[in-house]
């Protein structure tokens, strides 16, 4: 059965660090795009990173750039999502997505999604 499976969250301090894995099973990422998403209590899911197939190309919402670095590992078949100077509103729980394209928009159907991976900021 082909699925994604996030891991990696919990419980941080305000300034810490977490890095979340994106492992896929069934399929190969190889010829993936892999997307970061999130959605906090009552708010709408929003993109947070993407990284392509291509050429690795990434990209990033403006309220985690310099703070989050997305990489891939297509031999582990597993895409990560480093985290660091984390902050109380970026508590969430974190998806992953896989698509034939690099975007962040969380209306999109990729062909993947995971079940998610909560991250909770808090001191």
């Known amino acids: 059965q082909a699925q994604l499976v996030e891991s990696g969250g919990g419980l941080v301090q305000p300034g810490g660090s977490l890095r979340l894995s994106c492992a896929a099973s069934?399929?190969?990422?190889?010829?993936?795009?892999i997307g970061w998403f999130r959605q906090a209590p009552g708010k709408e899911r929003e993109g947070v990173s993407c990284i392509s197939y291509l050429d690795d190309s990434t990209y990033y919402a403006d309220s985690v750039k310099g703070r989050f670095t997305i990489s891939r590992d297509n031999a582990k078949n597993t895409v990560y999502l480093q985290m660091t100077s984390l902050k109380p509103e970026d508590t969430a729980l974190y998806y992953c997505?896989?698509?034939?394209?690099?975007?962040?928009?969380?209306?999109?159907?990729?062909?993947?999604w995971g079940q998610g991976t909560q991250v909770t900021v808090s001191s």
């Open positions: 997505a896989a698509d034939g394209g690099c975007h962040l928009d969380p209306a999109a159907s990729p062909d993947y």
């Open positions: 069934g399929f190969t990422l190889d010829y993936y795009a």
